[in-house]
């Protein structure tokens, strides 16, 4: 099991930038693959982003298709770190962010293909 933290949440205007951290501890999570997904009051938990464990194809990055372009996902394995750089933020944009590690190191755009959950970080796009 690995124990995840997210930060780096926040009130933002539209267009601007946030950059979210998610620091692991425990069993490393380089061998994890990892996941961030979003959940808006009243909606069901969506994905955002997943990124393979370094050794299932060097780290392979996936998004769901309306954030493309938008959203980057990337790890730091000597941090245990993995990163969600927002641009252009809409509030659409607005939810609670969740990372998540999926063992065995292939990724999955289902919550449920996930065991282990962050607190959360709220995102507010508003003027």
């Known amino acids: 099991q690995v124990q995840l933290v997210e930060s780096g949440g926040g009130l933002v205007q539209p267009g601007g930038s946030l950059r979210l951290s998610c620091a692991a501890s425990?069993?490393?999570?380089?061998?994890?693959?990892m996941g961030w997904f979003r959940q808006a009051p009243g909606k069901e938990r969506e994905f955002v982003a997943a990124i393979r464990a370094i050794s299932w194809s060097g780290g392979a990055t996936y998004y769901a298709d309306s954030l493309k372009g938008r959203f980057t996902i990337s790890r730091d394995n000597a941090k245990n770190t993995v990163y969600l750089q927002m641009n252009s933020l809409k509030p659409e944009d607005s939810a609670v962010y969740y990372c998540a590690a999926r063992n065995g190191g292939s990724w999955s755009r289902s919550p449920y293909d996930y065991g282990s959950w962050g607190q959360g970080a709220q995102v507010t796009v508003s003027s």
């Open positions: 425990g069993r490393t999570a380089s061998s994890y693959a």
